[in-house]
């Protein structure tokens, strides 16, 4: 697997998030010489996916957008609707099951333009991890791990979904 470096950045202030217009559109260089190119708008609006419709928005955006755009298209485009952005709080419930935990988007499932779920869910996967190898019992009860777990989400919540 190639390694790779992700830089986010926040700035200035957005159009109104109404599903009007293309809130993101990113390529990415992806395995087998081919680019992957990603719409996503507000709503239900679904966004610009036909060739024609993707290869008009690049002529606006920088010539890397054009360059990936410039192929013959493999296969049919995919959709995706994302309801809301979603979080479960279960380290204070009384009773819980022994031996059972939530991790991941089970916890918590954030906006998919903040790109944060994966994030969360190695993040979660690593907090439980470490408790097994101090020698939790798995069949007990998941109180600590909750706890460690819903304040290490809290920080990415307010970061991608808690505005
Ligand atoms: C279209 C799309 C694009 C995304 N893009 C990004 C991105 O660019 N960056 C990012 O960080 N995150 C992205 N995400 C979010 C990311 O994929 C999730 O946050 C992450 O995969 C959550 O991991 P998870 O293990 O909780 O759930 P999942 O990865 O969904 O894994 C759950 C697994 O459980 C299986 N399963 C479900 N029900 C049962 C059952 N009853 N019995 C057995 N198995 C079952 C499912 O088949 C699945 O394999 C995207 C999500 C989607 C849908």
Redesign the pocket.
Known sequence: MAEVTRTRRVLGTSPPLDGSGPAAVAVYAIEGGLWQV?AIAYGRSRAETTVKDIRGLATKLPAVFGEATSGEPVGEP?S?F?HDSLRRLSADLERFPLGLIA?????A??N?LH???????VK??SILADLLAGGVDPAGPAREFMRLNEAAVAAMWKEGAGR
């Not at 991790?103 to 916890?107: C, E, K, P, Y």
């Not at 790109?115 to 869910?121: F, Q």
């Open positions: 990603v995919a995706f994302f991790v991941g988007d089970a916890v499932s954030f998919p790109g944060l779920g994966m994030a969360s869910a979660q996967a």
